[in-house]
């Protein structure tokens, strides 16, 4: 079965500040890996996702992740964030036999100060 | 091009009373999924459905949950009768197909609160 860690349930930092969150996954199987991110009462939008091939990923508004299979993680980063960054971020992993399901991590709350 | 609409966006009912959610996925995709969000975590699939029908339904209470996708287009999710512990959001996704690189795309959520 997959599953997914996020290792932070919340991130303050300060803007423009660069930040990492941090994501683990285990399956034993092929992985696809995914971010995405939730605004306050909206749905989820996606950043970025790994498929195959360049293992760092460049995402929407300056995010990106690199794909680490030996240590089976997916951290997401941005070197500088800004106040409009501050939101809920999702990690989640789909794998080859388990049809399309998505199974999501619980969340990294990040929250930019001024 | 329009995303995923849902409605209602909230909804609050009291405990053994019925309840449904609306989704309409975006135009041309035709996998469509229900996920159940409770507060402070990630999504958990209900169910998915490829057209009219629903291949991924293990997740789904079924002795008080039903939903169907007639003409593979809308979808309704039905809670009856609702308990306290469905108080969540309820999200609906659609995708072109139901392939392993496929975006999933979100739509607003309903907040269900059930007093």
């Known amino acids: 079965a997959q599953s997914v860690t996020q290792l932070d349930s919340q991130v303050p930092v300060f803007e423009e500040a660069p930040v990492e969150l941090r994501c683990n996954y285990s399956s034993s199987v092929s992985v696809y890996l995914f971010w995405y991110v939730q605004y306050p009462n909206q749905g989820l939008q996606l950043l970025l996702k790994y498929l195959s091939g360049s293992t760092l990923v460049k995402g929407i508004n300056g995010f990106e992740a690199e794909f680490n299979k030996s240590q089976t993680s997916f951290h997401l980063r941005k070197p500088s964030v800004h106040i409009s960054d501050t939101a809920e971020y999702f990690c989640a992993v789909r794998q080859e036999t388990s049809g399309s399901r998505l199974t999501f991590g619980e969340g990294t709350q990040l929250t930019v100060n001024p | 091009e329009a995303g995923v609409v849902q409605s209602p966006r909230y909804k609050i009912i009291e405990k053994k009373q019925p309840v449904a959610f609306w989704c309409n996925p975006i135009?041309?995709?035709?996998?469509l999924y229900w996920y159940l969000q409770n507060l402070g975590q990630g999504p958990e699939l209900l169910i998915r459905y490829e057209n009219e029908e629903a291949v991924d339904d293990s997740q789904l209470p079924k002795d008080r949950f039903s939903a169907e996708r007639l003409k593979g287009v809308d979808s309704t999710l039905k809670i009856q009768p609702a308990e306290l512990g469905d108080s969540a959001v309820y999200l609906c996704?659609?995708?072109?197909?139901?392939?392993?690189?496929?975006?999933?795309?979100f739509g607003p959520g309903t907040r269900l609160t059930v007093l």
């Open positions: 996704a659609s995708s072109l197909g139901g392939s392993f690189t496929d975006t999933q795309y």
């Open positions: 135009s041309g995709h035709n996998t």
